[in-house]
């Protein structure tokens, strides 16, 4: 009796390990369920050139601060989805970007100078827009920097002074987001 007792304890603890060892695992999850989607929020010129306007947009895989960062000012540069104005010539290529303590340094190839419109309202609306990006998306992110070609610049097109890092202004949105304070713009254009 202990004998076939003995067995069927063997037969069932061998019966186990063959079910571990022979059945797959469950398949991964589709690619699509895999995905990490981020809400961002990008600003953009009202249709009327008046101020800032936030878009929420969808970013996906962005795991990786570097690669947020990246995809939210590629997502700047792709133009808005609503009824607003882009601020960057769509032309301009992003060639990188590199954090530095709470400063984001964003590398733009020379199109982003050359296909500017100029002009002081458009250069701020620029400057702001990527600022404003920035603060509201990555909060520890507190001034940029723009290069081109990976050189700092003096300026876009004579216009607003680069030479310093910019911090974010919320008095140019003409509707504010959630988390930046409610302010109305005090400068327009005539």
Not at 39 to 64: M, P, Q
Request: charge should be negative; aromatic fraction near 6%.
């Amino acid at each position: 009796m202990i004998l076939w007792a003995f067995l069927l304890i063997l037969v069932v603890f061998g019966g186990l390990l063959l079910r571990h060892f022979l059945i797959a695992p469950a398949p991964p999850p589709p690619a699509e369920l895999q995905r990490q989607l981020r809400t961002i929020t990008l600003y953009f010129a009202a249709a009327d050139g008046s101020g800032l306007v936030a878009e929420a947009r969808e970013i996906t895989d962005c795991l990786a601060e570097e690669d947020c960062l990246k995809a939210t000012v590629q997502a700047l540069l792709d133009g808005p989805v609503g009824n607003l104005a882009a601020v960057l010539p769509p032309q301009a290529t992003l060639r990188g970007v590199m954090v530095a303590g709470s400063e984001l340094q964003i590398d733009f190839d020379r199109t982003l100078i050359d296909a500017h419109p100029g002009g002081s309202w458009s250069e701020i609306l620029t400057v702001q827009s990527l600022a404003d990006t920035v603060a509201v998306n990555f909060p520890h992110l507190r001034q940029i920097r723009i290069l081109v070609e990976g050189a700092a610049i003096e300026t876009l097109k004579g216009h607003v002074d680069l030479r310093q890092p910019i911090a974010p202004d919320f008095t140019l949105v003409l509707t504010a987001p959630a988390g930046a304070p409610p302010t109305t713009p005090t400068e327009r254009p005539k």
